[in-house]
Nanobody
């Protein structure tokens, strides 16, 4: 059984920065690719960034150059550094083990509570 606990969200002004953390529980997660997702009001949850166990990364075009995903396998923690934030980045942010391809569902059906990011002046 795995569990995800996201933190680090908050209210930030446009062009500001935030660093999100995801504490993951479940040893299997150390060998799985991990992803950050977000869900804005009235929209479907979308995948933003993926990092493999070896540190290779991939990003959605909408966030490329502004978001950086990283991980600490010893702590089973995944981070998302968010820079140059825009109002359209307002959403609840989640982490999960990523699926086998960008369009796949995440590996686990269970989600954490997420962390709210609000970008507003």
């Amino acid at each position: 059984q795995v569990q995800f606990v996201e933190s680090g969200g908050g209210l930030v002004q446009p062009v500001g920065s935030l660093r999100l953390s995801c504490a993951a529980f479940g040893s299997i997660l150390t060998i799985l690719p991990m992803g950050w997702y977000r869900q804005a009001p009235g929209k479907q949850r979308e995948l933003l960034a993926v990092i493999t166990s070896g540190g290779s990364t991939n990003y959605a075009d909408s966030v490329k150059g502004r978001l950086t995903i990283s991980r600490d396998n010893a702590k089973i923690t995944v981070y998302l550094q968010m820079n140059s934030l825009k109002p359209e980045d307002t959403a609840v942010y989640y982490c999960n083990a990523a699926g086998s391809s960008w369009s796949s569902k995440p590996k686990f059906d269970s989600w954490g509570q997420g962390t709210q990011v609000t970008v507003s002046s």
